[in-house]
C-alpha cells in the first residue's frame, strides 16, 4: 500500500482531530470537577458561615446574659454592702454602756444623762480619756443616784469632766429618760425649739 501525501494529511488530520477531542474531553473533565470541587466547597462555605452566624448568635446572647448577672451582681453586692453597715449600726444602736455613780441611800433619786464625745475628743490625751476611746463608739449614759438634781450634776461633772473630751446631755430623771436615739432626738429639738 502506497501512502500518499494526501492520505497521510488525512491520517494525520484524523489523529490530530483525535488528539484535539481527547483534550477536549480531558479539559471538560477536569474543568467539570473543578466545577463540582467549587460547589462542595460553597456548600461547606455557607453551612460553616450558618455556623458561624448561629455562634455569634449564641456568644452574643451569652454576652447579653453576662451583662445582666454582672448588674445583679453589683446590686446584690451594693445591697450585701448595705445591709452589712445597717447591721454594724444597729449592732452598736443596741449596745449601750450604763455607767452607775453617785450616793447610794433612802430617798436618793436616780436621774440619767446621755455621755457623748466632745468636738475635741480626738485631740484629749490618752491619759486623761475616761475608759478606753473604743466604747465612745457606742451609746453611753450615765444613771446618777443622788438626793437632788444639784448634786447629781456636781456627781457626773466629777467623773465626767470636759477635760476628758465627753459632755453630757441634760439631766432627767431615770423613769423620763429616752428610750432609744429617736426618742432622745425628739426630746433635744423639743429642748432646743422651747429655748
Do not use: C
Not at 31 to 40: I, N, P, Y
Not at 114 to 119: I, V
Amino acid at each position: 500500500m502506497v501512502l500518499t501525501t494526501e492520505s497521510l494529511g488525512l491520517i494525520f488530520l484524523l489523529v490530530s482531530a483525535a488528539a484535539l477531542g481527547m483534550s477536549l474531553v480531558h479539559d471538560v473533565g477536569k474543568l467539570s470537577a473543578a466545577k463540582t470541587r467549587s460547589g462542595l466547597l460553597q456548600r461547606q462555605t455557607d453551612k460553616k458561615k450558618v455556623l458561624v452566624n448561629e455562634w455569634r448568635g449564641r456568644i452574643d446572647g451569652l454576652n447579653r446574659d453576662l451583662r445582666a448577672q454582672q448588674a445583679r451582681f453589683t446590686e446584690f453586692n451594693g445591697k450585701k454592702q448595705k445591709l452589712q453597715t445597717d447591721m454594724r449600726e444597729l449592732d452598736q444602736k443596741k449596745v449601750e454602756f450604763v455607767h452607775e455613780m453617785g450616793e447610794l441611800g433612802e430617798g436618793a433619786a436616780i436621774y440619767w444623762s446621755r455621755l457623748r464625745p466632745s468636738e475635741a475628743f480626738k485631740t484629749v490625751p490618752r491619759q486623761d480619756v475616761v475608759f478606753s476611746r473604743q466604747i465612745w463608739d457606742y451609746r453611753n449614759v450615765a444613771h446618777i443616784s443622788a438626793f437632788g438634781p444639784d448634786r447629781a450634776l456636781v456627781s457626773l461633772a466629777g467623773v465626767f469632766g470636759v477635760a476628758g473630751g465627753v459632755r453630757a446631755s441634760e439631766l432627767v430623771p431615770l423613769a423620763l429618760a429616752p428610750q432609744d436615739d429617736e426618742d432622745e432626738q425628739a426630746a433635744e429639738n423639743a429642748e432646743g425649739a422651747a429655748a
